[in-house]
């Protein structure tokens, strides 16, 4: 089987609503990244998506949906943060834990009793969710623990002949994946993955002492640990190469990178650094966000073996940027600013 890419037009959008209706799996764009987009309603789907991801079964999967009014039958109950998070942010990068009915499988839950819900801004995912008529369950379009793909080429680079289709909706506007959180009876709102929809945000609208990071956002979850979201416990989005992310100053980076350097190691910076075999990301979180799936995946083409990252900043869309690149470097972090 060869992965067939579709347009975005009518019939290719009816083409690709089809191939889902009958079982099958479909790469579907959105403004975050590309998703392996299936019936979320059902387990057989669910396990196709596992299956060609070759993604641990207990890692959950996001439900996205057209709009908020079909979100009734999925969960028990909508709290009333949850409700103004959705009334603020969506349709957007944002994606919300709800206690769920039985009408979605365990399959897709990862066997959880909670379900991520997204309403996606890309206008094309929304078209693909009207002509199937039910949600779809879609993580990111990449095998498990590689890059997460921003274009449809990154899809077919992972998933030719393993699914029968991808819709080209070009490059993804926001790259990294949607800001996941959970929210509690109480109002507490848990950020378990940080995204283009920001911490500092999400405090604005509804009040600091009610919002909260989670423990695996920054550092390693302890091994059986369960989690409640996609991207929180596995090594994620990862090179080949070995990667570090180095902390200081842009001195001290350069500094770093130069007393280690050699065949097959370079440095990914913002892209101001006065370095060799420099491979920059951009010089803004924003600009980073939306480069960094793809520097990485080019950082395999080119053969890297070591690769050193500077450090972006570890607050708004920047906080997004860094928990990639912590799974990317396996939680290797050097301080370079003493040395």
């Known amino acids: 089987m060869i992965t067939r890419v579709l347009s975005t037009s009518d019939e290719?959008?009816?083409t690709a609503a089809q191939i889902i209706r009958e079982g099958g799996i479909v790469g579907m764009p959105t403004e975050t990244v590309y998703g392996l987009a299936g019936n979320a309603l059902s387990a057989e789907s669910a396990a196709r998506i596992y299956a060609a991801?070759?993604?641990?079964?207990?890692?959950p999967l996001i439900v996205h949906i057209a709009e908020f009014s079909q979100i009734a039958p999925l969960v028990r109950d909508v709290p009333h943060n949850?409700?103004?998070?959705f009334d603020t942010f969506s349709p957007g990068p944002l994606t919300v834990i709800l206690p769920k009915t039985d009408i979605i499988p365990k399959e897709t839950s990862g066997g959880l009793d909670t379900v991520g819900i997204r309403i996606p801004a890309d206008k094309t995912a929304r078209r693909l969710i009207s002509a199937c008529g039910f949600p779809l369950a879609a993580p990111s379009a990449n095998?498990?623990?590689s890059p997460s793909p921003t274009t449809a080429r990154h899809v077919t680079d992972d998933m030719d002949g393993r699914i029968p289709a991808v819709i080209d909706g070009g490059s993804c506007a926001v790259g990294v994946e949607s800001t996941v959180v959970s929210c509690g009876a109480d109002g507490l709102i848990t950020i378990l993955r940080p995204g283009h929809v920001s911490y500092e945000e999400i405090a604005d609208l509804i009040g600091a002492d009610s919002v909260r990071l989670a423990k695996g956002v920054t550092e390693r979850l302890d091994d059986g640990e369960r989690v409640l979201s996609p991207g929180m416990k596995y090594r994620h989005y990862a090179p080949s190469a070995d990667?570090?992310?180095?902390?200081?100053?842009?001195?001290?980076?350069?500094?770093?990178?130069?007393?280690?350097?050699?065949?097959?190691?370079?440095?990914?910076?913002?892209?101001?650094?006065?370095?060799?075999?420099?491979?920059?990301?951009?010089?803004t979180p924003d600009e980073q966000a939306?480069?960094?799936?793809?520097?990485?995946?080019?950082?395999?083409?080119?053969?890297?073996e070591r690769v050193y990252i500077r450090c972006p900043e570890r607050d708004g869309v920047g906080l997004a940027v860094y928990n990639r690149l912590l799974r990317a470097a396996g939680f290797e972090v050097i301080d370079a600013s003493d040395r």
């Open 12 to 14: 290719d959008i009816r």
């Open 53 to 59: 991801k070759g993604r641990p079964s207990d890692n």
């Open 82 to 85: 949850a409700k103004v998070l």
């Open 143 to 145: 095998r498990s623990g």
């Open 243 to 283: 990667a570090a992310i180095v902390t200081g100053d842009k001195a001290a980076f350069e500094k770093y990178v130069r007393e280690h350097s050699g065949s097959n190691v370079y440095a990914m910076g913002y892209g101001d650094e006065e370095l060799d075999d420099l491979i920059p990301y951009g010089l």
């Open 290 to 304: 939306h480069a960094l799936f793809d520097v990485l995946r080019r950082l395999d083409e080119i053969g890297a």
